[in-house]
């Protein structure tokens, strides 16, 4: 008599067991069991990752239905699978878990992190070391979701040490991100987009504004729109955005938005928040006339955000500033000596308050050029580069062909 027994049995009988409990997904358990049971591990994890990505396939009763997939089906084979498709798999469950238990899902992915540091420690070639990074991104993404969430119980001293183990972590693995080595290009993607994740929402905590507009425009090179979930997370990113934008001291290419990154404004619009695409527009322009009109049709609005209230000074010295900037800009290279007496028509600012608005875009490296105080003219020599968009690639274009 054989003495044989099947190590996938148990993951199989748990399989079953979930087919019984929910009937509704009784077909997709079924496939997970055939999979398993004919070893085909790649396939297995792939159809895994896409059934634990859908919010709507999560059951709670009488149990987690996600945990129980990972911690009976994948743990037991984890040695045979993708690292960091097995990270993404835990990332996706410890977020069910999160909803109802902060605590369950960070151990979930603080145990796998474990797992990885056994393997491999920090050799940046390895694979594991990719799903590490991954994986721990998540885990201080989640402690962070947790902060915002938290009840007032909450002591600052917890808060402070929470903050200050991220700022470790973000720190020390910055360098990392550009050893990566052994992973295909998607693969990093999703690694860069985990850690930027968590270095924004870092950042929303802490500030400055910044800062925080700095790592968003990182995390949504790497990242579809189309895979920020829920809505809401879209809004709220949309929204953050703009404002760090606005008043986020030294950001002043309002293009890496408007046009780059024109979807995540898109989110805003028919919205009560569809005032910072209009402000966001204005600025890229230097458009004051709008500025102003915005300002008084939405004042109402406006007056909801603190941090426009507060810096609404800022805000309206960049469209200023950029005015200009869009002024020099708009002109051919051989036309590009301004009078002051331009520069306050454009601006909307008294003719003696010009110098001190050239003063300050010359020191703020907005353009180059030297200025003529007695003759009361700028000769800009160049302009702050931008992102543009189509219109001003074919006026662009015009200006090739002339030459």
Not at 315 to 344: C, G, Q
């Amino acid at each position: 008599m054989s003495g044989y027994i099947d190590p996938t049995a148990p993951a199989i009988e748990s399989l079953s067991n979930l087919s019984q409990q929910h009937p509704d997904q009784s077909s997709i358990y079924a496939d997970f069991s055939n999979l398993l049971s004919s070893k085909l591990y790649h396939q297995l994890t792939v159809s895994i990752h896409s059934f634990v990505s859908v919010q709507d396939n999560l059951r709670t009763e009488p149990s987690n239905n996600l945990f129980i997939l990972f911690n009976t089906v994948l743990t037991p084979i984890a040695a045979k699978l993708n690292p960091l498709t097995l990270s993404r798999i835990a990332a996706h469950v410890a977020t069910s878990l999160s909803i109802n238990d902060f605590e369950a899902a960070r151990a979930l992915l603080e145990t796998l992190v474990e797992e990885f540091e056994k393997k491999d420690g920090n050799n940046s070639s390895s694979s594991n070391t990719t799903a590490k990074l991954f994986t721990e991104s998540k885990k201080y993404f989640l402690m962070l979701k947790e902060m915002e969430t938290a009840s007032t119980s909450t002591t600052a001293s917890t808060s402070t040490t929470v903050v200050e183990s991220i700022k470790s972590f973000l720190s020390k693995n910055k360098s990392l991100l550009t050893e990566l080595a052994n992973s295909t290009e998607s693969d990093l993607a999703i690694v860069h987009s985990a850690y930027y994740e968590c270095a924004m929402t870092y950042r929303k905590a802490v500030g400055p504004p910044e800062a925080f507009y700095k790592e968003a425009i990182s995390y949504l090179h790497y990242t579809p729109l189309d895979t920020i979930s829920p809505t809401k997370a879209q809004y709220d990113l949309a929204t953050d955005l703009s404002l760090s934008a606005l008043t986020g001291k030294g950001v002043y290419n309002f293009g890496e938005v408007v046009h780059n990154n024109k979807l995540i404004l898109d989110v805003l619009r028919g919205t009560e928040n569809e005032y910072l695409v209009k402000l966001m527009q204005a600025s890229a322009e230097g458009d004051v006339d709008s500025l102003e009109r915005i300002s008084t049709d939405y004042a109402a609005a406006i007056a909801k955000q603190p941090a426009l209230v507060s810096r609404a000074d800022v805000v309206k010295e960049k469209i200023t500033l950029l005015a200009l900037v869009n002024m020099v800009f708009e002109r051919p290279s051989s036309e590009r000596t301004l009078s002051f007496e331009d520069i306050a028509t454009k601006t909307k600012m008294p003719l003696e308050q010009v110098e001190l608005i050239i003063m300050r875009a010359l020191s703020l490296g907005l353009i180059k050029g030297s200025m003529d105080e007695v003759e009361q003219t700028v000769d800009v020599t160049w302009v702050m580069p931008r992102v543009l968009d189509e219109e001003h690639m074919r006026q662009l274009a015009g200006r090739f062909g002339e030459w």
